[in-house]
């Protein structure tokens, strides 16, 4: 099969799709950096010819990842402690799966919802633990002696004198704090359980360009949500992608020689890790970089990626 060259699109129509966008998205902004005061302002005033400085023929590579997400770390376990320790710890309630990304806390973490009262095992609930009373021993009374001298005779007797005993007002039975519950009767019990990350991220989007660009991250975002409008070769390996970059863009250079080769390396990280499923082939794009400046003097980039067939553009404009 004879190696097909991709065309790039052509100047112009990149130029215009960025103007009709940019007009879409912020046409005073546009007005504010083109437009002359006094004039009516019209799209057509802003020239290619005048905007654009330096064009430089880049390459793109881009495909998609699946992540799986590893389950949280940590043993889960139930905690019981007393009543007035409870509030000594901080507590989560999950109602959706949480992005592994963004959670920077722990693994494992008490659940709200896991709270629960338990009697305590030592007083059996009650908060207290019964004796006998040491000052009656268990009979609810006292019992004194009184010397009575009967009758003319003065005859010494002894007469019982029984009343109730004050230290366990009468009851026989002294109640002693429970030392377990410290007297609150239950025991509470929660649970310490994984954080439910979300196991599978699917698609995301790795995109590797020539052109030197802090703005890979959101073409990378914007190319995957676009990538049916976008027209690239496909590959199933590097190795082949290597071969036919160069007859494929029908350009090429030092630096999408160097930008195939890491992103290949990255590729084949991606392999290797478990956590990772590639979901796409390999796609190579044609890649135009303009460095652009305003009648206002801001520099801008405007980057179009694809054939002359289908495009995208992306600017920070
Ligand atoms: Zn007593
Ligand atoms: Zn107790």
Redesign the pocket.
């Known amino acids: 099969m004879p190696d097909v060259t991709i065309k790039t699109p052509n100047l112009d129509d990149i130029f215009e799709k960025w103007k009709q966008t940019a007009y879409r998205k912020d046409k005073k902004k546009l007005e504010k950096q083109f437009g002359t005061k006094g004039a009516v302002f019209s799209l057509d005033v802003i020239s290619a010819a005048e905007t654009v400085k330096d064009t430089m023929k880049e390459a793109a590579i881009y495909y998609a990842v699946q992540k799986t997400v590893a389950p949280a770390k940590g043993k889960e376990e139930e905690e019981t402690v007393r009543a007035d320790k409870v509030s000594k710890e901080t507590y989560f309630i999950f109602k959706n799966e949480v992005n592994k990304d963004e959670w920077d806390g722990d693994e494992i973490v008490p659940m709200y919802n896991s709270i629960k009262a338990k009697p305590?095992?030592?007083?059996?609930?009650?908060?207290?633990?019964e004796d006998k009373c040491s000052s009656c021993g268990g009979n609810g009374k006292i019992s004194d002696k009184l010397l009575v001298l009967e009758g003319e005779e003065m005859n010494k007797d002894k007469k019982v004198f029984e009343y109730p005993c004050g230290n366990c007002y009468g009851s026989g039975k002294t109640k002693d704090l429970?030392?377990?519950?410290?007297?609150?009767?239950n025991?509470y019990t929660y649970e310490i359980k994984a954080v439910p990350f979300k196991r599978v991220v699917s698609g995301m989007p790795v995109l590797h360009s020539s052109a030197k660009t802090k703005y890979e991250k959101e073409m990378g975002e914007d190319l995957h949500k676009l990538i049916d409008e976008v027209e690239g070769i496909r590959f199933d390996d590097f190795k082949s992608l290597d071969k036919k970059a160069e007859p494929s863009l029908g350009y090429y250079n030092k630096n999408i020689k160097k930008t195939i080769s890491s992103a290949g390396k990255d590729y084949k990280n991606y392999e290797k890790d478990d956590d990772y499923k590639l979901v796409t082939k390999i796609h190579l794009f044609p890649m135009i970089q303009m460095m652009c400046e305003t009648k206002k003097g801001k520099s801008f980039e405007i980057y179009s990626l694809g054939s002359d067939k289908k495009f995208i553009t992306y600017s920070n404009f």
């Open positions: 305590c095992p030592k007083c059996k609930g009650k908060g207290y633990i429970c030392k377990e519950c410290n007297g609150h009767k025991l």
